[in-house]
């Protein structure tokens, strides 16, 4: 089936990739209402909220939760009975599609989005459960509407965050897939048309077509993306595929599990792994590779999936008398003499495989184990916080702050604001944010004046160095600076020529208008004038004047009067138009993380600070280093900000609650730094583009916060 990052080639977006560009969701975030992106005209993403009729019912819009095979997915409810829903919404636009081919596409979806069981009894062979095929009758999109699979993540998905799995999970894959495509290839199955089929072929097997669920350490999968209603929207400019046939099918899986085996997809050049090349194989389980070999047709391929997962089940366990198969047939030897050699051979591997594992437990087991110490001795979450005060409390911030942006970012299906607005209804506790403006911008005291008069319970800020003995102050989570220059998929872009860093007296340099030009840096950098933006957040600006400018009066002088400040969004759509129009841009800017880190417009660029070594706190999920400009920022979901990392990242500043020391005055403050640092709350602000206070275990992102172990 071909690649979705090859579709929609008509419109001119700077990546070459529409669906998977991130600009349609940001037009959609900026300007309501918006239905085009603003870059190229694709179609934007659904606002929240958005409404979707069919004739089951009206299913209306959460968020946005990213691409999927051809379409792209939101989180919703069936507003009947508020039951959650996945809408997966595909694309038929018009630069791609002619009248009659659009026409064409919604009838053939209609009939055909979705399959059950022609006996009408619940389906049991874990197929995502469709609900209905919905096509826009006057627009150019179609939805198609499945019960919301909690928890799920692609199998993609979970290599990323996982790595490979063992031989004996990669057999319950086996065996769980094989099962559900036994069901599929021999049950009679009924379509929304009500045509009635013998049998069908999935056709779009992959590691982002199965959904895996982990409950209680037991693994579940799920096929979904069925290729009869995929291909439906491959645009008439992509050749179309074959027909599916059944025995693809088993192909397909055999490829997923040496996937899933090995860990990975390509090898270190960036080349997809041949299965059938030796080296990539694990040492392990010979008689699982075996079998994945006749899977992948390389050897005696299956003739069914029943007939693969019978072999399946009889396969001897890993390791199983493997040694024994193993023993050549020989003439009569002293029986005696041999049975003291197998037992002496028996003894000398458990000693040295014994001695190779103690070695290796005692080397990881602790290490792993006190990364996350501290993450396990927080509280669990914001029910189990001891005495929160009920009432109602008010609390502030910067209005134009970091803490006003993210409490509007949606997390578990719900606005940051809403969850910590009544974090433990049941003692019936309400906090209120009511944001104020500081009138100074190089004075930003207003949001403690308030606290420190009365007028205010609490505050939140990262401006901590003008509060009196009176207060407290607590860090509940870190924020910070990136710095970001042009990136694109050219060799010749900005970023590449800085190799990926600056340094802070370069930074200084440029923000005070002494550097004008990229060669004043080096001569081999592009002969660009630099354009320096800077936010519009005045907490982001004085902690830049705080930390690169030192708060050097004349320095701030001169970035007050050289430097153009513009909202973060807006610089990264003017490097994206300039990009677009085929000019090499010289434009650098800077910003909080919850506005810079999920784009790939922008490359943050590592930080240098004097002799140290240049410090990138973005890591790669996969193979846990900092990223490289080689890398595919667009794929939001390969990358984490390492909490270690940012530990010594020169731009990284704490953000605090800070709250009264009189005991007379209710301690809504200091309870309320308590919700934050639970591990509900930590994982909550992570997910909205803060980073923890603790290294957080790399399976949180796929649970909700509040049901983090």
């Known amino acids: 089936m071909p690649s979705s990052e090859y579709f929609y080639q008509e419109y001119p977006c700077s990546y070459n990739a529409p669906l998977n560009c991130d600009r349609p969701f940001q037009t959609a975030q900026e300007i309501k209402g918006a239905r085009f992106c603003l870059e190229c005209g694709f179609p934007a993403t659904l606002p929240q909220e958005a409404e979707i009729k069919g004739n089951w019912g009206t299913y209306q819009v959460n968020n946005f939760l990213g691409v999927r095979g051809n379409g792209r997915l939101y989180a919703g409810i069936q507003v009947k009975d508020q039951q959650p829903v996945i809408i997966k919404e595909y694309l038929l636009p018009s630069r791609?599609?002619?009248?009659?081919?659009?026409?064409?596409?919604?009838?053939?979806?209609?009939?055909?989005?979705g399959v059950s069981l022609a006996d009408s009894r619940t389906p049991n062979f874990r197929l995502v459960n469709t609900w209905e095929a919905i096509a826009d009758e006057k627009g150019e999109r179609c939805y198609l509407i499945t019960k919301g699979t909690e928890a799920s993540q692609t199998l993609g998905q979970y290599l990323?965050?996982?790595?490979?799995?063992?031989?004996?999970?990669?057999?319950?894959?086996?065996?769980?897939?094989?099962?559900?495509?036994?069901?599929?290839?021999?049950?009679?199955?009924?379509?929304?048309?009500?045509?009635?089929?013998?049998?069908?072929?999935?056709?779009?097997?992959?590691?982002?077509?199965i959904l895996i669920q982990v409950e209680n350490n037991q693994q579940y999968i799920y096929f979904d993306d069925l290729a009869i209603w995929e291909n439906v929207f491959i645009p008439p400019s992509i050749p179309q595929p074959a027909p599916s046939k059944r025995e693809q099918d088993l192909e397909a899986l055999g490829l997923v599990a040496f996937y899933l085996w090995v860990g990975r997809t390509t090898d270190y050049s960036h080349q997809p792994l041949d299965p059938r090349e030796n080296e990539h194989w694990p040492n392990t389980d010979h008689d699982l590779k075996k079998f994945i070999y006749r899977l992948l047709r390389l050897e005696n391929p299956f003739s069914s999936a029943e007939a693969a997962r019978q072999d399946l089940l009889q396969?001897?366990?890993?390791?199983?008398?493997?040694?024994?198969?193993?023993?050549?047939?020989?003439?009569?030897?002293?029986?005696?003499?041999?049975?003291?050699?197998?037992?002496?051979?028996?003894?000398?591997?458990?000693?040295?495989?014994?001695?190779i594992l103690f070695y290796l437990w005692q080397r990881h087991q602790p290490e792993d184990n006190s990364r996350f110490i501290t993450w396990f001795g927080l509280v669990r979450n914001f029910s189990e916080v001891n005495n929160v005060p009920s009432g109602k409390f008010t609390y502030t911030g910067e209005k134009n702050g970091t803490w006003s942006f993210i409490l509007k970012q949606q997390v578990d299906n719900n606005s940051l604001e809403e969850l910590l607005t009544t974090p433990k209804p049941e003692v019936k506790a309400e906090f209120t944010y009511e944001p104020v403006s500081s009138l100074d911008i190089d004075?930003?005291?207003?949001?403690?004046?308030?606290?420190?008069?009365?007028?205010?319970?609490?505050?939140?800020?990262?401006?901590?160095?003008?509060?009196?003995?009176?207060?407290?102050?607590?860090?509940?989570?870190?924020?910070?600076l990136l710095v970001y220059v042009a990136f694109n998929k050219k060799d010749s872009n900005l970023a590449n020529a800085l190799r990926g860093q600056i340094t802070l007296e370069q930074l200084r340099q440029i923000y005070t208008g002494k550097i004008t030009n990229w060669q004043q840096i080096n001569s081999n950098l592009p002969n660009l004038d630099v354009k320096a933006f800077a936010p519009t957040e005045p907490e982001a600006i004085q902690k830049f004047q705080e930390i690169v400018l030192k708060n050097d009066t004349q320095d701030k002088a001169l970035f007050a009067a050289k430097v153009e400040k513009l909202d973060t969004t807006k610089t990264q759509n003017q490097i994206r138009t300039e990009i677009l129009e085929g000019r090499n841009t010289g434009i650098i800017g800077f910003g909080i993380i919850g506005k810079t880190w999920a784009q790939c417009t922008g490359y943050p660029l590592a930080i240098v600070d004097g002799n140290k070594p240049a410090s990138?706190?973005?890591?790669?999920?996969?193979?846990?280093?900092?990223i490289n400009t080689s890398d595919d920022l667009c794929q939001h979901d390969n990358y984490f900000f390492d909490v270690n990392a940012f530990q010594s990242y020169p731009l990284r500043y704490p953000i605090f609650v800070v709250y009264p020391k009189d005991k007379s005055r209710q301690s809504s403050g200091s309870t309320f730094a308590e919700i934050l640092t639970t591990?509900?709350?930590?994982?909550?602000?992570?997910?909205?583009?803060?980073?923890?206070?603790?290294?957080?275990?790399?399976?949180?992102?796929?649970?909700?916060?509040?049901?983090?172990?």
């Open 96 to 113: 791609c599609f002619n009248e009659k081919e659009t026409l064409e596409r919604k009838e053939t979806f209609k009939r055909v989005g």
């Open 160 to 209: 990323i965050q996982h790595g490979s799995m063992t031989a004996p999970q990669v057999r319950e894959v086996l065996n769980q897939a094989l099962q559900t495509l036994e069901f599929l290839h021999s049950q009679k199955l009924r379509f929304p048309s009500n045509q009635v089929q013998q049998g069908l072929a999935h056709g779009n097997l992959s590691l982002d077509s």
């Open 315 to 355: 396969l001897p366990q890993e390791n199983q008398a493997s040694s024994l198969r193993q023993l050549p047939d020989s003439e009569e030897k002293d029986k005696g003499l041999r049975t003291k050699l197998i037992w002496l051979g028996i003894l000398a591997f458990l000693f040295l495989g014994g001695g």
């Open 443 to 480: 004075n930003l005291t207003q949001p403690i004046e308030e606290v420190t008069i009365g007028k205010k319970d609490f505050a939140i800020t990262s401006l901590v160095d003008k509060i009196t003995d009176k207060l407290e102050q607590k860090a509940v989570v870190d924020d910070g």
């Open 616 to 626: 990138q706190p973005l890591f790669q999920r996969r193979e846990r280093r900092p």
């Open 679 to 709: 591990r509900q709350g930590q994982c909550l602000l992570s997910k909205v583009g803060l980073i923890p206070l603790q290294p957080i275990p790399d399976d949180i992102n796929s649970y909700a916060c509040k049901s983090v172990p």
